[in-house]
């Protein structure tokens, strides 16, 4: 069965104290792995978009990498400013159309 | 701002009525894809239409259904309203129809009483 599974559930961290979130995946035909930033009451964010194993791409405190089957959020010395859910989906091909699955999020909390 | 708008933000309604959710996409942007996120599913993707013809179907009740108009607008009816579908829809738009990022909107509040 296809899934997406992000983990730790929630992540509190002292502000510049540097972590990693995961996300690891069973989709068949990989099209695009997708990270997003949501705040409360709020729509996702859009960060990145990964298509292949090895793949990497940073923005800012961020950077985020592909294996074949998960994919991690580095943060470096992270903020209270980046306190929020992060979200990671897949799309993959189905039988008839493609599926986009997004896992439950990581809640992070970056204490001043 | 993503440029993607939701109308209304809240919306309160009685078991086995009808509503009509509305999206507006980024300008220029094709493709329309609708969620549903509660607190113990997540976000979960319904369906999506690109350039007024549905490309994906995810987990939609047959309740549901969607369209997008020729001006690429997009609505989501939903009927027949039971108390589990009290959640945050969300609206997204992107480019085009294919792996690419997706823009969200603010989203509409949906409570069922």
């Known amino acids: 069965e296809d899934q997406v599974t992000q983990s730790p559930e929630a992540l509190r961290l002292q502000e510049g104290e540097s972590s990693s979130l995961n996300c690891s995946y069973t989709?068949?035909?990989?099209?695009?792995l997708f990270w997003y930033r949501q705040d409360p009451g709020k729509g996702p964010e859009f960060l990145f978009t990964l298509y292949s194993a090895g793949e990497e791409k940073e923005k800012e405190r961020l950077k985020a990498t592909l294996t074949k089957k998960e994919s991690f959020l580095h943060i470096t010395a992270p903020k209270p400013e980046d306190s929020a859910t992060y979200l990671c989906a897949v799309q993959g091909r189905g039988d008839r159309d493609d599926k986009i699955i997004f896992g439950k999020g990581t809640r992070l909390h970056i204490l001043p | 701002d993503s440029g993607v708008t939701q109308t209304p933000k809240h919306l309160i309604t009685a078991t086995g009525q009808r509503v009509t959710l509305r999206c507006s996409p980024r300008?220029?942007?094709?493709?329309v894809y609708w969620y549903q996120q509660s607190l113990d599913q997540g976000l979960q993707f319904l369906i999506q239409?690109?350039?007024?013809?549905?490309?994906a179907k995810g987990n939609i009740l047959e309740r549901f259904s969607a369209q997008q108009f020729p001006d690429l607008h997009s609505e989501l009816n939903l009927s027949s309203l039971e108390l589990g579908d009290s959640a945050l829809y969300f609206c997204?738009?992107?480019?085009?129809?294919?792996?690419?990022?997706?823009?969200f909107g603010p989203g509409t509040r949906l409570t069922v009483l």
């Open positions: 239409y690109y350039n007024g013809e549905e490309r």
């Open positions: 989709v068949s035909g990989l099209r695009g």
């Open positions: 997204a738009s992107s480019t085009s129809g294919g792996y690419n990022e997706q823009f």
């Open positions: 300008s220029g942007d094709l493709s």
